[in-house]
């Protein structure tokens, strides 16, 4: 029962990263309480450092591959390294925490009734034979190469979603996040985005893997965290898995000229080879998300791009 406060308790987990400090710092302007789980793996202090003080936000160093007890209303489950760097860096640790962390989340949201969030990825759609990608697209998905602890520890969580949804009647949200950039980026997380930022601004080799005809599609922070708030927000009908992503589609080569001119950078591009499993084209269809949260990206990436070259800019590292 709960006497005082009657705010939204809200539980993040992965709140100390990139999308989750974002995520964080929204849900504290609506008014919410806010619990940010963490482990520190690839998220930091820094990311959330602006928010402690506040009476609202509470920060907790937990791994969700262990049981959690505490007691809230909505869950976003974000915990997972999302980098290639990062989650190939241990990959049996990566898919026990998109694993075990779904079954500890969805355990948790069992016990205490709360709506629940996954944190997916395009990923599940692997090398994609369908462009653009929409939900009903069964992906496809290498079980056994260098993505598959992330690409199949996604799927899996995912799967674990509808099964707590059908058999335990959870209230359950899946969102499949398409490429998201802007501040608070890891500088050294390999992705693209930051790497040809960073390399821009030290004037260093702008390294294109491939010949840069791969396509993505990149969706700025604030637009995405929107997203996720709106998507908690639907009638618990809706379920997903939802598509979020901005649709501009463009090709590495692409988005090296467009952060070369935006920095005004005299850096040189150094062509590298393709890393395996490295999807050629990617691009949301989000006719979905348009229609089910009223929701559209409004950041282009220019301007994105020149609010995370800014946040580089800034960064006493670079
Ligand atoms: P990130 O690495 O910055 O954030 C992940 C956070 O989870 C970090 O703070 C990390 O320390 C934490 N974490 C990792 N393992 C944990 C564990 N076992 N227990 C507790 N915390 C743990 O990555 P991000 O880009 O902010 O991604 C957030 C979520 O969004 C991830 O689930 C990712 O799969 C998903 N996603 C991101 C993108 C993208 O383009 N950034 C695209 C698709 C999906
Ligand atoms: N990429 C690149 N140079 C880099 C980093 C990445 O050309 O320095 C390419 C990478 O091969 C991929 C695309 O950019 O085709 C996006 O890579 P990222 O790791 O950001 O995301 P993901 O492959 O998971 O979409």
């Not at 619990?35 to 402690?52: E, P, Q, R, S």
């Not at 090296?256 to 062509?271: C, I, R, Y």
């Not at 990617?282 to 409004?298: Q, T, V």
Request: overall charge neutral; proline content about 6%.
């Amino acid at each position: 029962m709960r006497v005082y406060d009657l705010r939204k308790r809200v539980l993040v987990t992965g709140g100390a990263g990139f999308i989750g400090s974002h995520l964080c710092e929204r849900l504290l302007a609506e008014g919410n309480d806010v619990l940010c789980v963490d482990n520190f793996f690839t998220g930091t202090k820094d990311n959330i450092a602006h928010l402690i003080g506040n009476p609202h936000f509470e920060m907790m160093r937990h791994d969700v591959t262990f049981p959690l007890y505490v007691e809230v209303d909505e869950i976003y489950n974000l915990a997972c390294p999302a980098a290639p760097i990062h989650y190939q860096f241990d990959p049996v640790q990566t898919t026990k925490t998109s694993v075990h962390g779904a079954i500890n989340m969805l355990g948790l949201a069992k016990r205490v009734k709360a709506k629940i969030l996954q944190a997916s990825t395009s990923e599940v759609y692997g090398d994609p034979k369908v462009h653009p990608q929409t939900e009903d697209y069964w992906g496809n998905v290498n079980p056994i190469g260098l993505r598959s602890c992330y690409d199949e520890g996604k799927r899996c969580a995912e799967t674990l979603f509808f099964d707590y949804y059908r058999q335990h009647k959870l209230r359950i949200k899946v969102a499949r996040i398409f490429n998201t950039y802007g501040p608070r980026m890891h500088p050294n997380d390999g992705r693209v985005v930051s790497n040809f930022i960073v390399q821009a601004l030290k004037g260093e080799p702008i390294t294109i893997f491939g010949k840069g005809s791969q396509t993505r599609s990149f969706c700025y922070v604030d637009d995405l965290a929107d997203a996720l708030v709106r998507l908690m927000a639907t009638d618990d009908g809706f379920t997903g898995p939802v598509n979020l992503g901005n649709p501009g589609e463009f090709t590495i080569l692409e988005l090296a000229q467009e952060v070369l001119k935006l920095t005004g950078s005299k850096s040189q591009l150094a062509f590298e080879p393709l890393p395996a499993d490295d999807p050629l084209q990617r691009k949301p269809d989000i006719s979905l998300a348009a229609r089910a949260l009223s929701w559209e990206p409004a950041i282009p990436l220019a301007e994105g791009l020149n609010k995370t070259i800014s946040y580089f800019r800034d960064r006493s590292a670079v």
